[in-house]
């Protein structure tokens, strides 16, 4: 890691481990912690985004569907079939795996925004299937008696239990995230973001790299879906639809693409808007997402993290295109 | 011409009837050509006369509409680029495509990718052999570096350099792919007399160290200076190929480029 990384990094994880203390001594603000959880299981759904949106210059509109997988298995198998959830886990994330690399090897091998296409019928499927298979899903009326998570026998009861553990695996995906950024990988994807061709030339694998990502975010989802699953123990598919998609890109936009700590500020900022501050307007939220994203792209295009960095605006590379040379 | 076995002297690049056509305009009409192994050879001709266009057929960013392309005897026309960056062409563009923001040395340190493995795993859990893999990328990339001067600058970020050390910090990022073969894009355009010149003695020291070198290039006391052979392009066609003192006396070449001038 760099060194302004590993600083925000121990400054943003001292302010994530004293933050329920924090709230402890303040008054009517206990719930926050609650709100925190669900923040921190959407971070990792926006880490893996935030890559594909950021380096390799691509959106998915299918988070939302991955971020299902994930909670379905999981769900599933412990419930109907009584399995123990930390093995079904990670049936979930290579069942994502497998289905992301299946969408993405042909759209991400074309250039321009096929993936968002694919991904966006592919997210429509998934969430009809979560609706319409009954027997497996509950359909719309939910699926309950799904069980809680417990390490080594211990369960996880309380809700600050609960923050620690999903804050923690959210701390572990950041670093890896930033393991991958700063080496033989991380250079590829910058390389990619900057001058695609280029990099091609050089011996990059271009549409390789970009499947990685995509899978890379699709797992993440997954495993998002899965302590998601055991945390509300009740699942509904109108948590897995286009909607939820939606504000997944936007958390990454509102935060700042190309920047994991954008992502997470985004995160964080709109779960707050849509469990909090917003349950006013509720009947306009789609509105005010518009509103929000309308902002973000009209004068903070690099997002608000691009504020904290450096004021608002800042320079972007253009990608330069082949041919025309003369 | 076929190739059993390679045998010093075999040409490294063959060109066989490169077309490319782009919709109405015929950017290359069938160039035949042979390059020997380990020269210097020059591609020259008038703007728009299809140079820039047959370096993209060659490292892959094209696919010639007509024709075959061998690389040490084996087709690689409709390979992607980086399969033939890893085969050993690399180059360098025109109009500079650096990664601008990105350091000097990590420019270079790209370089090094298809002669590199860690990959997804290995990378985002610090494997130990990832380690050692990333020192050794450094310490190649600073030797790169070294090699065409820029050691000093390897911590500024690419895009702010001057135009001429651009252009040669694409040359050191193309051979820390550890080509064969490598293709040079007007390396002198940009570049001040002093600068130029010291550009011919690195191209020259590059083909001493074995590697095939191919030059586009519009400064004609550079390309006399230091090739070996020259092929001429004019309007997408074959106009001539010799030494530069047979290229030098063609009339034709006289008449179609440097009579323009
Ligand atoms: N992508 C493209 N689409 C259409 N026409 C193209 C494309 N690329 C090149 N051309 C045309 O092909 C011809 C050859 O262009 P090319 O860039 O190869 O010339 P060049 O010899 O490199 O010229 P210069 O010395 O100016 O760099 C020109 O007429 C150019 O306009
Ligand atoms: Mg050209």
């Not at chain 1, 609650?34 to 299981?41: H, N, R, T």
Request: with cysteine; glycine share 10%.
């Amino acid at each position: 890691m760099r060194t302004t990384d590993r600083w925000i990094f121990t400054v943003v994880f001292l302010l994530i481990a004293v933050f329920p203390w924090l709230v402890g001594r303040i008054s009517g603000i206990s719930h926050y912690i609650e709100v925190m959880i669900f923040a921190g299981i959407f971070s990792l759904v926006c880490l893996g985004l935030s890559l594909l949106m950021g380096y390799a210059g691509q959106i998915s509109l299918a988070q939302a569907a991955f971020f299902g997988i994930g909670a379905y298995t999981s769900g599933i198998l412990t419930a109907r079939f009584d399995w123990n959830p930390w093995l079904a886990m990670p049936v979930g994330a290579v069942l994502a795996a497998a289905v992301a690399w299946i969408v993405g090897v042909p759209a991400l091998r074309l250039r321009g925004h096929y993936l968002a296409m694919a991904t966006l019928g592919f997210g429509v499927i998934v969430h009809i299937v979560f609706s319409e298979e009954v027997e497996w899903t509950g359909g719309p009326s939910g699926m309950v008696d799904i069980p809680g998570l417990a390490i080594a026998g211990w369960r996880i009861s309380s809700e600050v239990q609960w923050y620690y553990l999903i804050w923690g695996i959210v701390f572990l995906a950041l670093l890896f995230s930033f393991h991958i950024l700063h080496s033989r990988v991380g250079r590829a994807l910058r390389a990619i973001h900057e001058e695609e061709i280029a990099a091609e030339a050089m011996g990059v694998p271009t549409a390789r790299y970009k499947v990685q990502i995509f899978v890379f975010g699709a797992v993440l989802a997954a495993i998002a879906g899965s302590f998601y699953t055991h945390y509300v123990t009740f699942l509904s598919p109108s948590s897995f639809n286009l909607m939820w998609s939606i504000r997944f890109v936007l958390m990454v936009m509102v935060g700042g693409m190309q920047s994991l700590w954008g992502a997470l500020l985004g995160t964080v900022l709109l779960t707050f808007v849509g469990n909090e501050w917003l349950q006013v307007f509720a009947d306009f939220e789609v509105l005010v997402y518009g509103a929000i994203l309308l902002v973000v792209a009209l004068f903070l295009p690099q997002g608000l993290i691009s504020v904290l960095r450096r004021g608002p605006g800042g320079a972007r590379s253009s990608v330069s295109r082949l041919g025309g040379e003369g | 011409m076929e190739h059993p076995a390679r045998q010093p002297g075999a040409s490294i690049l063959e060109l066989n009837d490169i077309q490319m056509s782009f919709g109405g305009v015929h950017a290359l009409k069938g160039i035949n050509h042979a390059v020997p192994e380990g020269i210097i050879q020059a591609v020259i001709g008038p703007n728009g006369a299809g140079k820039t266009t047959l370096f993209h057929c060659i490292s892959g960013l094209l696919n010639p509409t007509e024709g075959s392309i061998l690389f040490r005897g084996a087709e690689i026309n409709g390979l992607a680029p980086h399969r033939i960056a890893h085969l050993g062409i690399s180059r360098t563009f025109q109009h500079v495509a650096l990664f601008k923001s990105m350091t000097v040395l990590e420019n270079v340190m790209l370089g090094r990718h298809s002669r590199t493995r860690s990959g997804f795993w290995a990378t985002g859990l610090r494997f130990p052999g990832m380690r050692s893999e990333e020192r050794n990328i450094h310490k190649k990339a600073e030797a790169f570096l070294d090699l065409v001067g820029l050691a000093d600058a390897s911590r500024l970020q690419a895009g702010t350099l001057p135009l001429g050390k651009q252009k040669i910090l694409e040359i050191a990022r193309a051979l820390a792919t550890e080509p064969r073969l490598v293709l040079l894009d007007e390396p002198a355009g940009g570049l001040n007399m002093t600068e130029t010149e010291e550009l011919g003695v690195l191209i020259q020291k590059i083909c001493q160290t074995g590697i095939t070198v191919v030059l586009v290039e519009h400064d004609m006391n550079l390309v006399m200076d230091i090739s070996d052979q020259i092929l001429v392009l004019h309007y997408g066609q074959y106009l001539a190929s010799g030494t530069p003192q047979h290229i030098k006396d063609d009339p034709a070449v006289i008449e179609a480029y440097l009579g323009e001038n």
